[in-house]
């Protein structure tokens, strides 16, 4: 079992910035990529960012410029800084990794943090 705690989010102004995080734990050997996906009401989940354990990253194009990825391996964290935040950046913003638990592997979601950005 792999489980996944995320920190962050809230009420922000368009234009602020907030800052996600995420942190693995329990039965872990290796984690291959972690990465966010949001998802509005109303809307499917969708790709904001991911971050391989080489550190090669990929962005959905809407936030590209913007948001920036990166991660610590070494306490298995993902993070996510969010700059000119839009109000279409609103959503709950979910935290993925995929890796290998012992000899199976796994890909594991956080429970979900809204990010609304009002003024």
């Known amino acids: 079992q792999v489980q996944l705690v995320e920190s962050g989010g809230g009420l922000v102004q368009p234009g602020g910035s907030l800052g996600l995080s995420c942190a693995a734990s329990g039965s872990i050997f290796s984690i291959n990529a972690m990465g966010w996906y949001r998802q509005a009401p109303g809307k499917q989940r969708e790709l904001v960012a991911v971050i391989t354990s080489g550190g090669s990253t990929n962005y959905a194009d809407s936030v590209k410029g913007r948001f920036t990825i990166s991660r610590d391996n070494a306490k298995n964290t993902v993070y996510l800084q969010m700059n000119s935040l839009k109000p279409e950046d609103t959503a709950v913003y979910y935290c993925?990794?995929?890796?290998?638990?012992?000899?199976?592997?796994?890909?594991?979601w956080g429970q979900g943090t809204q990010v609304t950005v009002s003024s």
């Open positions: 993925n990794a995929v890796g290998r638990s012992g000899p199976v592997d796994f890909g594991s």
